[in-house]
């Protein structure tokens, strides 16, 4: 049981975190508002996530611009596509515990 | 005699272990035992709501889920008008002879058109109303990357059809049609509602069939365009939109 848990990675535990390395994983990128529409937060609450996820070098950011108006993407990186693997393959485990 | 009592002692001393303090030690710590399996229960039921919410980000973030079921019925019965007075354009030039051959063709190709841009007319206000009511943007990556995998073998078609047209082969335009719109739906059902691949896989089927029972496309090209389309929109709707 307890190295079950010690394979869920903690900076997935928030429901945020975790919609933006799903969205990320299954595309080449994505950017700041598709994120903001499929997750459904605040601009405040969703930067903050995803600079918590950039720091843990889980998320690479490229600004740009489209006209005047920024346009931030975001692409997932190496490490954190092995993390989010790591934290599914956990939570699968945990549920097939459960019967 | 002593070593025998010894050894009683400690058979007694065995016994009261194994079967008192070892229950008692559990009744007295139960309540952690509880806090822990409901602490796991509780860890399961997070770990299944994750995956769930997981699937549904990557589903919604590459599948455009707006396209309406009655798009669909309202292209099949578009396209069935349209075989309709294809039928009497074709009465007018078999029985009455008060066209020619070129211009019952003529008359095929700009009955096509119409039944297409109204067919793609319908489409597109269904599927707004339903993204309007679903509060979904109907214009994102999604959408674009729909439209593009169906434009894809839509315009290797369309150049199929053109060239059949120059040579004259009139009997592949049916064929030609229904397959490469089949393939055009099977290669964007990735990026759409799934099931509509099966859509794809009968109207490939019809246009193969097709190939080897020359002189009957209207019939294929109702039955793929129009049938299959209102079958197909019913159903969806069945699945996902009635209330």
């Known amino acids: 049981m307890s190295n079950l848990i010690e394979n869920l990675n903690k900076t997935f535990d928030n429901r945020i975190r975790l919609g933006i390395m799903s969205a990320l994983i299954v595309n080449e990128e994505v950017n700041f508002n598709t994120l903001k529409e499929l997750i459904k937060v605040t601009d405040g609450n969703l930067a903050s996530h995803l600079k918590a996820l950039e720091d843990m070098q889980y998320i690479k950011v490229k600004k740009g611009f489209i006209g005047r108006k920024t346009n931030t993407n975001y692409t997932v990186t190496k490490l954190g596509q092995k993390a989010f693997t790591t934290h599914i393959n956990a939570l699968e485990k945990m549920i097939k515990n459960m019967k | ?243």
């Open chain 2, 1 to 243: 005699m002593a070593s025998d009592n010894y050894f009683r002692i400690n058979l007694l001393a065995y016994f009261f272990k194994n079967y008192f303090i070892i229950p008692i030690a559990i009744i007295k710590n139960i309540h952690l035992l509880c806090i822990s399996k409901h602490f796991f229960m509780n860890m399961e039921n997070q770990s299944l709501q994750d995956i769930r919410d997981i699937k549904n980000i990557m589903e919604r973030s590459t599948r455009f889920i707006s396209l309406s079921g009655w798009s669909g019925v309202a292209a099949g019965i578009c396209a069935l008008a349209g075989s309709w007075i294809a039928t009497k354009s074709i009465a007018k030039y078999v029985h009455e002879k008060s066209i020619t051959y070129e211009e019952l063709i003529v008359r095929f190709l700009v009955i096509a058109g119409c039944v297409f841009v109204a067919a793609f007319i319908f489409a597109f206000i269904f599927t707004y109303l339903r993204s309007k009511k679903n509060n979904v943007p109907m214009w994102g990556i999604t959408t674009y990357r729909m439209l593009i995998n169906l434009a894809i073998p839509l315009i290797a078609g369309g150049f199929f059809v053109i060239r059949i047209l120059q040579m004259e082969h009139y009997f592949l335009i049916a064929p030609v049609c229904l397959s490469f719109y089949g393939l055009a739906l099977i290669n964007a059902s990735k990026y759409t509602l799934g099931e509509i691949k099966y859509l794809g896989y009968c109207e490939l089927i019809l246009g193969i069939a097709n190939l080897w029972i020359p002189g009957y496309g209207l019939i294929f090209w109702a039955a793929g365009f129009g049938l299959l389309h209102i079958i197909y929109g019913v159903i969806m709707w069945w699945k996902y939109e009635r209330v």
